[in-house]
C-alpha cells in the first residue's frame, strides 16, 4: 500500500488565507472605528501635542509635525501585529499555529499583508495633516520619492512589528514591547529633534531602529534631508524590512522553545 503523505497547504493558499482570515481574528482590525481612528484620528492628536511642545521650546513646528506624521505609523505597524500572540493565545490557537504545516514564510507575509495597508494611510494622512495644518512644504515633484519612502517605511515597520510578536510569544503579554519600541522610536529616531542632538550611545541605538531610517528617508524626499543620497537611504530602509522578516521567521523556532521552557506559550 503507497504511503498517505501529509496535507501540506501551498505558499499561496496559506499566504492569502493568513492575508484574508489574520485581519479578522488576531490582527485587532475587526471593527471599522479602530481602523478609522488609527488612520485619522491618532496622527492629528500626536502631531497637534508635539507640535504645541515643539513651539513651547522654540523648535521648529514643520520639523516635529513630520516627524509625528510618520511616527503615528508604529500604532497599526508595531502595536496591532504584535499583538497577533496575544490574541492567539486568548482564542486558544497558539498551539494549533506552532504545530501546522503551514509554510511559516507565507503566513507571516500573509498576516503582514494588511497592516502594511494600514500603515501606508496612516502615513499617507499624516503627511497630509503635517502639510495642511503646519506648513510642512510638499512638492508635486516630490511626491513619487515620497511614496517610495512611505511604502519602504510601512514595509520595515510590519517586519519589526512581527519579529517583536515573535519575542512576545513567551512574555505575559506584548502590550509592554510595544510601549517600550514606540516611546523608543519617539526619543531615538529623529522624530521630535535630531538624531545628532543625542549623546553617542543613543545616536548608535537609534540607527538599529528601522523608524530612524524611514523617517531620515521621508525628510530628504521632501527636502528636510541632512545630505545622505536618497537612494542610500531607501537601500538601508529596504535592508532594515528585510532583516526584520528575516529574522523574525528565523528566530521563531528560538522563541517557541523559551516559550515551551517557561510555560508561557499557553498563558496569556
Request: net charge positive; glycine share 10%.
Amino acid at each position: 500500500m503507497a504511503a498517505v503523505s501529509a496535507y501540506r497547504p501551498s505558499f499561496l493558499r496559506t499566504f492569502w488565507t493568513n492575508a484574508v482570515f489574520a485581519p479578522r481574528t488576531t490582527l485587532g482590525f475587526m471593527r471599522i472605528d479602530f481602523v478609522l481612528g488609527t488612520i485619522f484620528v491618532i496622527p492629528l492628536t500626536q502631531m497637534v501635542f508635539f507640535a504645541f511642545v515643539a513651539q513651547l521650546g522654540g523648535e521648529s513646528v514643520a520639523f516635529t509635525a513630520l516627524g509625528n506624521a510618520v511616527a503615528t505609523v508604529t500604532y497599526s505597524s508595531v502595536f496591532s501585529v504584535c499583538q497577533t500572540t496575544d490574541s492567539e493565545k486568548q482564542q486558544g490557537t497558539m498551539e494549533h499555529v506552532l504545530v501546522s504545516p503551514a509554510n511559516r514564510l507565507a503566513l507571516y507575509f500573509g498576516r503582514g499583508i494588511l497592516p502594511i495597508g494600514i500603515s501606508l494611510a496612516t502615513v499617507s494622512v499624516g503627511l497630509e495633516y503635517a502639510h495642511l495644518f503646519f506648513a510642512v512644504p510638499i512638492a508635486l515633484d516630490q511626491v513619487p520619492a515620497l511614496a517610495v519612502s512611505v511604502v519602504l517605511t510601512a514595509f520595515a515597520m510590519v517586519g519589526f512589528g512581527l519579529l517583536l510578536g515573535g519575542v512576545a510569544l513567551y512574555l505575559r503579554t506584548s502590550i509592554i514591547l510595544g510601549n517600550i519600541f514606540l516611546f523608543a522610536g519617539l526619543l531615538l529616531s529623529g522624530v521630535n529633534f535630531p538624531l545628532s542632538a543625542l549623546p553617542v550611545p543613543l545616536q548608535y541605538a537609534g540607527y538599529t531602529l528601522p523608524l530612524t531610517w524611514g523617517l531620515a528617508a521621508i525628510r530628504a524626499a521632501v527636502g528636510q534631508g541632512t545630505g545622505t543620497p536618497l537612494g542610500v537611504l531607501w537601500g538601508a530602509v529596504a535592508l532594515a524590512g528585510v532583516l526584520s522578516f528575516a529574522a523574525a521567521i528565523s528566530l521563531w523556532e528560538v522563541f517557541e522553545r523559551r516559550a515551551l521552557a517557561t510555560g508561557s506559550i499557553a498563558r496569556f
